[in-house]
């Protein structure tokens, strides 16, 4: 026997990840079909299996489009170390890092515990988020019929992506659980996954596709690809 | 030969239903229909896919019915086989009857 209100996750998940003019309908047949009895663990196989049967049904449907923000999102990072944005992090990072020598906070620079922190990765990590922000934005703003999509895309890729540093991480904590400075890098890779990386990706994409109105011409161009 | 589209395997329990179902038919009865019948559980965003896909091709046409209480104020799209899909569906029976003739394995009763 179920309650009269769905699982509220689930739904919110029904009403936020469904694409479409038929979202309003099939949202209410699921809602019919928990009032007639149907329990909570159906209401949430239904509502995983929609979702995922929608995103695949997405992607073959812009095959073209899933394809290019796929290698677009992969070869990110390449892009980003052969362009002159990497040298100018690095540039912003010496003004501040090598300074940092001669200032009270030199511990920061010359204590080898601190200086496993790595903390001149910190503007890198700020700035490619940034990165990811914008082209999130841009995306979003070229197709706001597609922004789940494109947004999913480029999420699944770029946390992917980050999966092999936290596992190192994760397996020199297991190493040393002693030290906390293992267990400091693991917490700071997996907020970087986790957090700041979905945060820029989602905020951006939903901020982008909300005021997106499409270049037309562009549309034109790459949905005749 | 003139390129023909076959009906896939899904398509055509989904129009079926929607034979069976009649004029009132949409998500919730369509879905209890090829559960009944199939006894598998079927996920209701499969079948909005499919009947989307079925109305791109011209064999199933939509309208939207008014909103209810009782689905937290979400109307039903309602659909309806057209012309075009029950000779789809006739063609599909034909075709399945054809290759069913005759194969050893199903004479004789059930395997």
Redesign the interface.
């Known amino acids: 026997m179920s309650s009269s209100t769905p699982p509220r996750l689930a739904h919110w998940l029904l009403e936020h990840c ?1 694409a ?1 003019p ?1 979202r ?10 928990y ?1 007639r009895g149907r329990s909570a663990t ?1 209401y949430w ?2 509502t995983v ?3 995922a ?2 995103f695949t ?1 997405e992607i073959w449907q812009h095959k073209t489009l899933a394809a290019c923000v796929t290698l677009l999102s992969l070869y990110l990072p390449d892009l980003y170390m052969f362009s002159k944005l990497g040298l100018w992090v690095a540039r912003f990072d010496q003004l501040w890092y090598r300074p940092l020598i001669n200032t009270r906070w030199h511990w920061v620079v010359t204590d080898p515990w601190a200086y496993r922190l790595k903390p001149y990765l910190w503007t890198s990590e700020i700035a490619w988020c940034a990165i990811l922000a914008v082209l999130s934005w841009i995306l979003g703003r070229l197709y706001p019929r597609q922004t789940g999509l494109v947004v999913t895309l480029l999420l699944i890729t770029q946390v992917g992506q980050r999966l092999p540093y936290l596992r190192s991480a994760t397996e020199d904590w297991i190493r040393d659980p002693g030290n906390p400075i293992w267990l400091f890098g693991l917490l700071w890779f997996s907020a970087i996954t986790f957090v700041a990386i979905p945060g820029s990706i989602l905020l951006a994409g939903a901020a982008g596709g909300r005021r997106g109105i499409g270049l037309r011409f562009w549309r034109q161009i790459t949905d005749n690809l | 030969m003139a390129k023909r589209e076959f009906l896939g395997g899904f398509e055509l329990l989904v129009l079926l239903a929607l034979i069976r179902v009649g004029d009132e038919a ?3 009865p369509i ?1 209890d229909a090829i559960e009944e019948s199939s006894g598998r ?1 079927v ?4 079948v ?2 499919t ?2 896909r079925l109305q791109v091709k011209g064999l199933v046409s939509s309208r ?1 019915g008014e ?2 209480a ?3 104020g ?4 309602y659909f309806r086989i057209t012309a075009a899909g029950l000779r789809q569906v006739r063609q599909a029976r034909r075709t399945l009857i054809r290759l069913w003739d005759g194969v050893p394995q199903f004479e004789g009763g059930p395997a």
């Not at chain 1, 309003?24 to 079909?33: A, H, N």
């Open positions: 469904i479409g038929r309003e309908s099939l949202v209410g047949d699921m809602l019919e079909q009032q159906w196989r239904q299996s929609t979702i049967i929608g049904d | 949409y998500g919730v879905s559980e996920a209701i965003g499969s909005y896919i009947l989307d939207l909103p209810t009782a689905r937290g979400r109307a039903k799209t």
